[in-house]
């Protein structure tokens, strides 16, 4: 009896089934697809330089923008959006080299990111390097 | 001619499924290489502001750092206390940087904070070295 029953089990083929591989292999597919979140964001570049601040980094000839809030001052005089982009364009900082592309940008505490990002966006178009100018402290 | 119809639609056409499962296993893998696990802040409150000077972002980013509504910082999808500890993270990021096109830092920020909280964070990761990604939307026209 013992002899028959071994003799059984050396023929048993030991098969994995694999029948089932495509449809498992199928529904991982699907829950990929289902749960991936394919993301693009929209974004401007800025290239911001570090370094410490001194009394020298700050010469009479860097063109400055200042954000007073909903204002922006160019060089001390107020312009508008477009008016800035106008005078940026002027400036050509896409061909100048090293320091002459900086442009200063300050800020005064009630500014809000928005108009930050405007002038950011606005420099970076015009392929100027932004540095931004830290309040002093009192 | 009636036998060879009938021989013709006895006919059993099958479709050959033996590779589907190797097909299939394949997709999987490339969808698991292509894809990338997201490491910002899901669900951020922030409305981004808007500009016409956006481009879309093809650039890999080595840190992503995010401030909400509330003026809550993220690196990474992780909150942070203050502008210092994104400067010492994004710093950690970049330390094994060889080239500006790994220094990439992803920036997102509520339209309508002031500068006392935006301000600093974006110091941080200019004196971290890294090269600044604004979020920013298009005008919907």
Redesign the interface.
Known sequence: MRQKYSKEKKHRAGEIP?GS??DI??L??IY??VA??L????????????GQKTPQARTDKTPTVKLNGPQILFNDKPVDLGELEARLAVLELAKAEGSKKVIMLE????????N???A???I??NGGVVA?V?EDEK | MSRKAQRNKRRKVSVPIASMGDIAFLLIIFFLVCSEVSKEKQNLKAKMPVSEHVDELEKTVAARVSIDQDGLIYLDGHLVENAKDVEWGVKALLANTVSDEQRHVLFKCDAQLPKEIFEPVLQAVAEAGGILQAVGTLPEN
């Open positions: 694999t591989f495509s292999a199928f991982l597919i990929f697809l991936t979140t993301l693009k964001v929209n974004t401007i570049s800025a290239d911001l330089p570090s800020s005064t505490s009630n500014t809000p990111y928005e930050y990002f405007h950011l966006a606005a970076s178009a931004l830290e």
